[in-house]
Protein backbone atom coordinates (compact mmCIF):
# COMPACT_ATOMS: atom_id res chain seq x y z
CA UNK A 1 0.00 0.00 0.00
CA UNK A 2 1.55 3.44 -0.72
CA UNK A 3 1.26 5.72 2.21
CA UNK A 4 2.91 8.97 0.92
CA UNK A 5 2.99 10.57 -2.21
CA UNK A 6 6.92 10.76 -4.15
CA UNK A 7 7.16 14.48 -3.09
CA UNK A 8 6.55 13.54 0.51
CA UNK A 9 9.16 10.81 0.48
CA UNK A 10 11.56 12.88 -2.00
CA UNK A 11 11.31 15.53 1.08
CA UNK A 12 14.39 15.83 2.51
CA UNK A 13 15.57 16.33 6.63
CA UNK A 14 17.32 19.19 7.73
CA UNK A 15 20.62 18.68 8.28
CA UNK A 16 20.45 21.65 10.74
CA UNK A 17 17.95 20.08 12.27
CA UNK A 18 17.94 16.34 12.29
CA UNK A 19 20.25 15.83 15.24
CA UNK A 20 17.70 17.97 17.88
CA UNK A 21 16.83 14.47 19.08
CA UNK A 22 20.28 13.56 20.22
CA UNK A 23 20.92 17.23 21.18
CA UNK A 24 17.71 16.92 23.24
CA UNK A 25 18.84 13.74 25.07
CA UNK A 26 22.17 15.12 25.88
CA UNK A 27 20.86 17.97 27.50
CA UNK A 28 17.87 15.53 29.26
CA UNK A 29 21.17 13.97 30.91
CA UNK A 30 22.29 17.72 32.40
CA UNK A 31 25.20 18.14 29.38
CA UNK A 32 25.00 21.91 27.99
CA UNK A 33 25.02 22.18 24.28
CA UNK A 34 26.59 25.07 22.37
CA UNK A 35 24.58 25.11 19.41
CA UNK A 36 26.63 26.06 16.70
CA UNK A 37 24.31 24.18 13.95
CA UNK A 38 21.77 26.93 13.87
CA UNK A 39 22.12 30.44 12.19
CA UNK A 40 19.96 31.43 15.17
CA UNK A 41 22.33 35.05 16.40
CA UNK A 42 22.20 36.10 20.39
CA UNK A 43 22.27 39.51 18.94
CA UNK A 44 19.07 41.36 20.72
CA UNK A 45 16.48 42.40 18.46
CA UNK A 46 16.44 45.89 18.19
CA UNK A 47 13.63 47.74 20.46
CA UNK A 48 12.94 49.63 17.05
CA UNK A 49 11.27 46.30 15.92
CA UNK A 50 9.70 45.71 19.02
CA UNK A 51 8.21 49.31 20.15
CA UNK A 52 5.09 49.63 18.34
CA UNK A 53 4.29 45.63 18.54
CA UNK A 54 4.14 46.36 22.18
CA UNK A 55 2.39 49.53 22.16
CA UNK A 56 -0.13 48.01 19.20
CA UNK A 57 -3.86 49.29 19.87
CA UNK A 58 -5.69 47.01 16.84
CA UNK A 59 -8.94 45.86 18.46
CA UNK A 60 -9.28 43.21 15.13
CA UNK A 61 -6.08 41.16 13.96
CA UNK A 62 -7.66 41.29 10.16
CA UNK A 63 -6.69 40.44 7.40
CA UNK A 64 -4.09 42.42 5.58
CA UNK A 65 -3.08 42.67 1.47
CA UNK A 66 -2.09 39.64 -0.31
CA UNK A 67 1.19 41.58 -1.16
CA UNK A 68 2.12 43.29 2.06
CA UNK A 69 1.17 46.34 3.81
CA UNK A 70 1.54 49.16 1.32
CA UNK A 71 3.35 51.29 4.18
CA UNK A 72 5.49 48.53 4.64
CA UNK A 73 6.56 47.87 1.00
CA UNK A 74 7.24 51.80 0.44
CA UNK A 75 9.53 51.86 3.73
CA UNK A 76 11.24 48.89 2.17
CA UNK A 77 12.00 50.77 -1.02
CA UNK A 78 13.18 54.00 1.02
CA UNK A 79 15.70 50.95 2.89
CA UNK A 80 16.55 49.24 -0.77
CA UNK A 81 17.61 52.61 -2.39
CA UNK A 82 20.46 52.93 0.90
CA UNK A 83 22.14 50.34 -1.04
CA UNK A 84 21.39 51.70 -4.73
CA UNK A 85 18.85 49.39 -5.08
CA UNK A 86 16.33 51.29 -7.32
CA UNK A 87 13.15 50.27 -6.77
CA UNK A 88 9.05 50.53 -6.79
CA UNK A 89 7.14 49.53 -3.43
CA UNK A 90 5.49 47.97 -6.88
CA UNK A 91 8.49 46.12 -7.52
CA UNK A 92 8.12 44.49 -3.47
CA UNK A 93 5.97 41.36 -2.62
CA UNK A 94 5.89 40.85 1.59
CA UNK A 95 6.38 36.88 1.86
CA UNK A 96 6.25 34.68 5.31
CA UNK A 97 9.56 34.81 5.66
CA UNK A 98 12.67 34.46 3.19
CA UNK A 99 11.53 30.50 2.64
CA UNK A 100 8.25 31.73 1.13
CA UNK A 101 9.59 34.10 -1.17
CA UNK A 102 12.11 31.41 -2.42
CA UNK A 103 9.28 28.90 -3.49
CA UNK A 104 6.87 31.77 -4.96
CA UNK A 105 10.19 32.19 -7.37
CA UNK A 106 10.82 28.76 -8.14
CA UNK A 107 7.11 28.14 -8.66
CA UNK A 108 6.46 31.68 -10.80
CA UNK A 109 9.61 30.80 -12.73
CA UNK A 110 9.61 27.19 -13.48
CA UNK A 111 7.34 24.27 -14.63
CA UNK A 112 7.73 20.69 -12.97
CA UNK A 113 10.97 18.70 -14.05
CA UNK A 114 12.88 22.46 -15.02
CA UNK A 115 16.24 23.45 -13.70
CA UNK A 116 17.89 25.85 -11.58
CA UNK A 117 21.69 25.91 -11.56
CA UNK A 118 23.13 26.46 -7.70
CA UNK A 119 26.83 26.75 -6.94
CA UNK A 120 27.30 24.08 -3.93
CA UNK A 121 27.01 23.94 -1.14
CA UNK A 122 24.24 26.12 -1.07
CA UNK A 123 21.75 26.62 1.61
CA UNK A 124 20.39 23.45 2.82
CA UNK A 125 16.78 24.05 2.64
CA UNK A 126 16.86 24.89 -1.65
CA UNK A 127 16.88 21.13 -1.55
CA UNK A 128 13.42 21.22 0.13
CA UNK A 129 12.26 24.25 -1.58
CA UNK A 130 12.92 22.44 -5.25
CA UNK A 131 11.24 19.44 -4.22
CA UNK A 132 8.28 21.35 -3.30
CA UNK A 133 8.18 23.23 -6.46
CA UNK A 134 8.71 20.49 -8.73
CA UNK A 135 12.22 21.41 -9.64
CA UNK A 136 15.29 20.01 -10.07
CA UNK A 137 18.67 21.50 -9.23
CA UNK A 138 21.72 21.57 -10.90
CA UNK A 139 24.68 21.85 -8.96
CA UNK A 140 27.96 23.33 -9.63
CA UNK A 141 31.02 22.32 -7.31
CA UNK A 142 32.62 25.30 -5.97
CA UNK A 143 35.79 24.18 -3.50
CA UNK A 144 36.98 24.69 -0.20
CA UNK A 145 40.35 25.01 -1.51
CA UNK A 146 39.43 28.08 -3.83
CA UNK A 147 37.66 29.58 -0.76
CA UNK A 148 34.34 28.24 -1.96
CA UNK A 149 34.79 31.47 -5.01
CA UNK A 150 32.48 30.87 -8.14
CA UNK A 151 33.28 27.96 -10.36
CA UNK A 152 34.63 28.76 -14.47
CA UNK A 153 32.37 29.88 -16.32
CA UNK A 154 32.60 26.79 -18.37
CA UNK A 155 31.29 24.50 -16.08
CA UNK A 156 28.17 26.74 -15.25
CA UNK A 157 27.77 26.79 -19.25
CA UNK A 158 28.07 22.69 -19.64
CA UNK A 159 25.43 22.23 -17.38
CA UNK A 160 22.74 24.37 -19.20
CA UNK A 161 19.79 22.79 -20.65
CA UNK A 162 16.70 22.82 -22.75
CA UNK A 163 15.42 22.76 -19.07
CA UNK A 164 17.22 25.56 -17.21
CA UNK A 165 15.23 28.36 -16.37
CA UNK A 166 17.22 30.31 -13.68
CA UNK A 167 20.99 30.63 -11.98
CA UNK A 168 20.41 30.50 -8.33
CA UNK A 169 22.85 32.44 -5.70
CA UNK A 170 23.30 33.12 -2.38
CA UNK A 171 25.57 36.23 -1.43
CA UNK A 172 26.68 36.87 0.98
CA UNK A 173 26.41 32.92 0.81
CA UNK A 174 24.96 30.97 3.39
CA UNK A 175 26.65 28.30 4.51
CA UNK A 176 30.03 29.34 3.47
CA UNK A 177 30.71 32.76 3.95
CA UNK A 178 31.82 33.28 0.74
CA UNK A 179 31.09 37.00 -1.09
CA UNK A 180 30.59 36.82 -4.57
CA UNK A 181 32.73 39.70 -6.50
CA UNK A 182 31.45 42.21 -8.90
CA UNK A 183 33.15 40.03 -11.77
CA UNK A 184 31.45 37.23 -10.92
CA UNK A 185 28.49 38.61 -10.96
CA UNK A 186 28.81 40.32 -14.32
CA UNK A 187 30.45 36.51 -15.38
CA UNK A 188 26.86 35.58 -14.59
CA UNK A 189 24.97 38.35 -16.34
CA UNK A 190 26.67 36.89 -19.37
CA UNK A 191 25.12 33.53 -19.09
CA UNK A 192 22.20 34.58 -18.18
CA UNK A 193 21.60 36.60 -21.45
CA UNK A 194 23.71 34.44 -23.54
CA UNK A 195 20.79 31.60 -22.64
CA UNK A 196 17.87 33.64 -21.46
CA UNK A 197 17.83 33.00 -17.84
CA UNK A 198 17.01 34.96 -14.98
CA UNK A 199 19.19 35.24 -12.08
CA UNK A 200 18.11 34.79 -8.77
CA UNK A 201 20.11 36.21 -5.74
CA UNK A 202 19.22 34.70 -2.18
CA UNK A 203 20.58 38.61 -0.31
CA UNK A 204 19.42 37.73 3.48
CA UNK A 205 22.81 38.44 4.71
CA UNK A 206 23.47 42.08 2.79
CA UNK A 207 24.36 43.69 5.80
CA UNK A 208 27.13 41.06 6.85
CA UNK A 209 30.32 41.76 4.99
CA UNK A 210 33.31 42.35 6.53
CA UNK A 211 36.77 43.22 5.69
CA UNK A 212 36.17 46.27 3.91
CA UNK A 213 33.99 44.72 1.13
CA UNK A 214 31.33 45.94 -0.62
CA UNK A 215 28.54 43.96 -1.64
CA UNK A 216 27.00 43.61 -4.81
CA UNK A 217 23.24 43.46 -5.47
CA UNK A 218 22.39 41.39 -8.83
CA UNK A 219 20.23 44.97 -8.69
CA UNK A 220 22.88 46.30 -9.61
CA UNK A 221 23.85 44.57 -12.92
CA UNK A 222 22.60 47.16 -16.16
CA UNK A 223 20.72 45.15 -18.63
CA UNK A 224 19.38 42.30 -17.28
CA UNK A 225 16.40 43.69 -15.00
CA UNK A 226 13.41 41.86 -16.54
CA UNK A 227 15.74 38.88 -15.60
CA UNK A 228 16.79 39.45 -12.08
CA UNK A 229 14.91 38.54 -8.52
CA UNK A 230 16.19 39.26 -5.37
CA UNK A 231 15.34 37.48 -1.99
CA UNK A 232 15.17 38.48 1.03
CA UNK A 233 14.37 38.57 4.79
CA UNK A 234 14.45 40.11 7.69
CA UNK A 235 15.37 37.36 10.21
CA UNK A 236 18.89 37.67 10.21
CA UNK A 237 19.56 41.48 9.55
CA UNK A 238 17.16 42.23 12.69
CA UNK A 239 18.02 39.02 15.08
CA UNK A 240 14.45 38.40 14.67
CA UNK A 241 14.50 34.93 13.04
CA UNK A 242 10.90 34.09 14.02
CA UNK A 243 9.32 36.46 12.65
CA UNK A 244 9.12 34.73 9.39
CA UNK A 245 8.85 38.20 6.68
CA UNK A 246 10.80 37.84 3.72
CA UNK A 247 10.34 40.05 0.41
CA UNK A 248 11.01 39.18 -3.23
CA UNK A 249 11.71 41.89 -5.28
CA UNK A 250 11.91 42.39 -9.33
CA UNK A 251 11.14 44.66 -11.55
CA UNK A 252 9.77 41.82 -13.77
CA UNK A 253 6.14 43.21 -13.32
CA UNK A 254 4.89 39.83 -14.40
CA UNK A 255 7.00 38.10 -12.17
CA UNK A 256 5.66 39.69 -9.20
CA UNK A 257 2.04 39.14 -10.52
CA UNK A 258 2.64 35.54 -10.31
CA UNK A 259 4.23 35.44 -7.19
CA UNK A 260 0.82 37.73 -6.27
CA UNK A 261 -1.09 35.38 -7.04
CA UNK A 262 0.44 32.39 -5.21
CA UNK A 263 0.36 35.03 -2.35
CA UNK A 264 -3.35 35.51 -2.63
CA UNK A 265 -3.74 31.80 -2.25
CA UNK A 266 -2.31 32.03 1.36
CA UNK A 267 -4.10 35.16 1.97
CA UNK A 268 -1.43 37.26 3.91
CA UNK A 269 1.81 37.49 5.02
CA UNK A 270 1.50 37.57 9.22
CA UNK A 271 0.29 41.68 10.16
CA UNK A 272 2.09 42.26 13.87
CA UNK A 273 5.43 41.02 12.05
CA UNK A 274 5.06 43.54 9.17
CA UNK A 275 4.53 46.48 11.62
CA UNK A 276 7.11 45.26 13.63
CA UNK A 277 9.87 45.19 10.50
CA UNK A 278 8.43 48.61 9.18
CA UNK A 279 9.51 50.40 12.13
CA UNK A 280 12.99 48.01 12.32
CA UNK A 281 13.67 49.83 9.10
CA UNK A 282 14.50 52.89 11.38
CA UNK A 283 17.11 51.02 13.32
CA UNK A 284 20.04 53.56 13.74
CA UNK A 285 22.95 52.30 11.95
CA UNK A 286 24.99 52.26 15.15
CA UNK A 287 23.00 49.16 15.54
CA UNK A 288 25.03 47.55 12.54
CA UNK A 289 27.67 48.77 13.37
CA UNK A 290 27.94 47.21 16.54
CA UNK A 291 26.50 43.89 15.43
CA UNK A 292 29.53 44.08 12.22
CA UNK A 293 31.69 44.59 14.92
CA UNK A 294 30.96 41.82 17.26
CA UNK A 295 30.72 38.80 14.38
CA UNK A 296 34.00 40.45 13.34
CA UNK A 297 35.77 39.11 16.35
CA UNK A 298 33.76 36.25 16.76
CA UNK A 299 34.74 34.85 13.13
CA UNK A 300 38.61 35.77 13.82
CA UNK A 301 38.54 33.53 17.14
CA UNK A 302 36.75 30.70 15.91
CA UNK A 303 38.93 30.69 12.17
CA UNK A 304 42.13 31.09 14.56
CA UNK A 305 41.17 28.66 16.92
CA UNK A 306 40.27 25.66 14.14
CA UNK A 307 43.54 26.48 12.04
CA UNK A 308 45.40 25.26 15.12
CA UNK A 309 43.95 22.21 15.49
CA UNK A 310 45.49 20.08 13.35
CA UNK A 311 44.09 18.40 9.68
CA UNK A 312 41.12 21.33 10.05
CA UNK A 313 40.87 23.25 7.02
CA UNK A 314 38.89 26.68 7.87
CA UNK A 315 38.34 29.83 5.07
CA UNK A 316 38.28 32.92 5.98
CA UNK A 317 34.56 33.75 5.49
CA UNK A 318 34.08 36.98 3.89
CA UNK A 319 30.57 37.41 5.06
CA UNK A 320 27.35 36.19 6.82
CA UNK A 321 27.92 34.15 10.02
CA UNK A 322 29.06 30.58 8.56
CA UNK A 323 31.75 28.75 7.61
CA UNK A 324 32.21 25.46 6.11
CA UNK A 325 35.21 23.29 7.44
CA UNK A 326 36.84 20.26 6.58
CA UNK A 327 37.38 17.48 9.20
CA UNK A 328 39.86 15.39 9.67
CA UNK A 329 37.03 12.53 10.31
CA UNK A 330 36.05 9.65 8.05
CA UNK A 331 32.29 11.12 8.37
CA UNK A 332 31.33 14.00 9.66
CA UNK A 333 27.51 13.19 9.84
CA UNK A 334 28.71 10.37 12.46
CA UNK A 335 31.16 12.67 14.47
CA UNK A 336 28.27 15.06 15.02
CA UNK A 337 26.09 12.66 16.35
CA UNK A 338 28.71 11.34 18.62
CA UNK A 339 29.07 14.84 19.61
CA UNK A 340 26.42 14.65 21.15
CA UNK A 341 25.80 10.68 22.49
CA UNK A 342 29.10 9.94 23.10
CA UNK A 343 31.42 12.94 24.19
CA UNK A 344 31.42 16.00 26.83
CA UNK A 345 34.27 18.11 28.46
CA UNK A 346 33.37 18.54 31.67
CA UNK A 347 28.75 18.14 30.91
CA UNK A 348 29.30 20.62 28.24
CA UNK A 349 29.24 19.66 23.98
CA UNK A 350 28.95 20.86 20.44
CA UNK A 351 25.97 20.78 18.00
CA UNK A 352 27.32 21.53 14.39
CA UNK A 353 25.85 20.66 11.00
CA UNK A 354 27.56 17.94 8.51
CA UNK A 355 27.80 19.93 5.80
CA UNK A 356 26.95 16.96 3.26
CA UNK A 357 23.19 18.19 3.21
CA UNK A 358 24.29 21.35 1.92
CA UNK A 359 25.56 19.71 -1.13
CA UNK A 360 23.05 18.06 -4.24
CA UNK A 361 25.89 16.33 -5.26
CA UNK A 362 26.08 12.56 -3.64
CA UNK A 363 29.31 11.95 -1.54
CA UNK A 364 30.43 15.77 -0.88
CA UNK A 365 30.75 17.19 1.86
CA UNK A 366 31.44 13.92 3.83
CA UNK A 367 34.68 15.29 5.96
CA UNK A 368 32.83 18.33 6.40
CA UNK A 369 30.72 20.81 8.71
CA UNK A 370 29.43 23.92 8.74
CA UNK A 371 29.84 26.08 12.13
CA UNK A 372 27.78 29.46 12.92
CA UNK A 373 29.82 31.91 14.80
CA UNK A 374 26.52 33.18 16.50
CA UNK A 375 27.50 32.44 19.86
CA UNK A 376 29.36 35.45 22.15
CA UNK A 377 33.10 35.25 21.78
CA UNK A 378 33.88 33.29 25.55
CA UNK A 379 30.83 31.05 24.30
CA UNK A 380 33.06 30.31 20.95
CA UNK A 381 36.70 29.94 22.87
CA UNK A 382 34.54 26.99 24.92
CA UNK A 383 32.90 25.59 21.88
CA UNK A 384 36.05 25.35 20.07
CA UNK A 385 38.09 23.87 22.95
CA UNK A 386 35.64 20.91 23.08
CA UNK A 387 35.59 20.24 19.35
CA UNK A 388 39.46 20.08 19.66
CA UNK A 389 39.34 17.35 21.97
CA UNK A 390 35.93 15.67 20.47
CA UNK A 391 38.32 15.52 17.25
CA UNK A 392 41.61 13.69 19.26
CA UNK A 393 39.51 11.62 21.16
CA UNK A 394 37.30 10.34 18.07
CA UNK A 395 37.70 7.17 16.77
CA UNK A 396 37.18 7.79 13.39
CA UNK A 397 40.16 10.67 12.70
CA UNK A 398 41.94 10.13 9.69
CA UNK A 399 45.15 12.68 10.27
Known sequence: ???????????PPSPIRKLVPFADQAKEKGIHVYHLNIGQPDIKTPDTFFNPIKNLDMPVLAYGPSAGLTSLRKKLAEYYRRFDIDVTYENILVTTGGSEAIIFAMMAICDPGDEIIIPEPFYTNYNGFAVEAGVKIVPITSKIENDFQLPPIESIAEKITDRTRAILICNP??????????????????????????LLSDEVYREFVYDGLTHTSVMHLPGIEDRTIMLDSVSKRYSACGARIGMIVSKNQQVIDACLRFGQARLCPPTIEQIGTEAGIDTPQEYFDEVIHEYTERRNVMVKMLREITGVVAPMPKGAFYLVV???????????????????VNNETVMIAPANGFYSTPGLGKDEVRIAYVLNVEDIKKAMHILAEGLQKYSGRTV
Open 326 to 344: KLPVDDADKFAQWLLTDFN
Open 173 to 198: NNPTGYVYSKEELETLKEIVLKHDLF
Open 1 to 11: MKILSNRGQAM
